[in-house]
């Protein structure tokens, strides 16, 4: 169980409701009054809450739980153990997540603007926002319902946001049009000048970063991520991406619709992402590169050429991921014969 100091749980709910929530099936029709009032992992569920099998490994675990019920894929039907009831789906994890924001879903905002904040005259505040100490919100800035915005948050001149936004502590945004649903998380910073230097023997000679940031609707900026302005053209960030903790995206860059980007990753100026695009943790991209729809980037890649439509790579520089695992074998094959 979430420890209740931090997370308030919804529910009890039926099984029936739960199957109609996660879009799942119950492998028997006669559990669906049955009511559950948690989530909880296989190895610690009681009675009373509801678990989930993804990932095949852990079939021990599931057939040595004490959970109510589980989320399983249609084939790990007979082995569960007795009196578990069971809800079906072929994307078990995808399901899970459905029940789980049943349990906890997002708390609207208690609306109102914090006493030490300061909010700008001519900013538009929809209705239920809520402003949290020591955050500014500065002039011609709109912000839509339902919006949150926390402490020490700077929100610059003119920026945009959608409906249900939260931006965490001490992060700021601007220069920005940013959709709705968006999540910005403590100590983020979009919008600031994208890296740009026209490079001399006389000096480096600053060039005005004049773009914005653009960021669709249900999008997530990590906590202490940086995502630049545009230098002419604006940054983009396409619906729906993910983005995580510590990543770096450089002037210019456009991502695609829901592109996954893992920890530590940077983006180098006006490089280009299809959708679907997923780059691993601290994988490097050079600038003005274009990689295509549901390309894979493998962990630690060094990207330094375009990268075609599903293609996966790895190692540094990117190759395709069976060339670089042949690179890696032949590589450690040398050294042991070496030795």
């Known amino acids: 169980m979430a420890d209740p100091r931090f997370f308030t749980v919804a529910g009890p709910f039926s099984l029936r409701d739960l199957a109609g929530m996660a879009g799942a099936d119950m492998a028997d029709p006669a559990d669906g009054d049955r009511l559950f009032h948690d989530v909880a992992a296989l190895d610690a569920a009681t009675p009373e809450q509801i678990s989930f099998l993804d990932n095949r490994k852990y079939i021990s675990a599931f057939q040595a739980s004490r959970a109510g019920a589980a989320i399983i894929h249609p084939d790990l039907a007979d082995r569960a153990p007795a009196g578990m009831a069971l809800l079906l789906s072929k994307d078990p994890y995808r399901a899970y997540a459905k029940v789980a924001q049943a349990f906890y879903p997002v708390a609207a905002p208690v609306p109102g603007i914090a006493g030490s904040a300061i909010v700008d005259s001519s900013a538009i505040l929809g209705d239920g926002c809520r402003v ?22 700077v929100i610059g001149d003119g920026v945009v946001m959608g409906e249900d936004c939260i931006v965490g502590a001490n992060a700021t945004v601007q220069f920005a049009r940013i959709g709705s649903r968006v999540t910005v998380y403590p100590g983020a910073r979009i919008g600031q000048d994208g890296f740009g230097f026209a490079m001399g023997a006389q000096g480096h000679l600053k060039v005005p970063q004049l773009g914005r940031v653009i960021i669709g609707n249900d999008v997530e900026v990590g906590a202490n991520s940086t995502i630049d302005r545009g230098a002419g053209p604006d940054t983009v960030i396409g619906d729906g991406c993910m ?18 980007i893992v920890a530590q990753v940077g983006i180098s100026g006006s490089t280009q992402f299809g959708d679907f695009v997923a780059a691993g943790g601290q994988a490097g991209f050079a ?53």
């Open 287 to 339: 600038g003005h590169l274009k990689v295509g729809p549901g390309a894979r980037i493998t962990a630690q890649a060094g990207v330094t050429r375009d990268i075609g439509a599903g293609e996966t790579v790895g190692g540094t520089p990117a190759v395709p991921r069976i060339e670089w695992l042949r690179q890696s074998a032949m590589l450690s094959k040398m050294v042991r014969n070496k030795g």
């Open 243 to 260: 983005i995580d903790n510590l990543v770096q995206i450089g002037h210019n860059v456009q991502l695609g619709r829901c592109c996954v």
């Open 132 to 153: 949290e100490h020591g955050a500014v919100i500065g002039a011609r800035v709109e912000l839509g319902a339902r919006c949150r915005i926390g402490p020490n948050v």
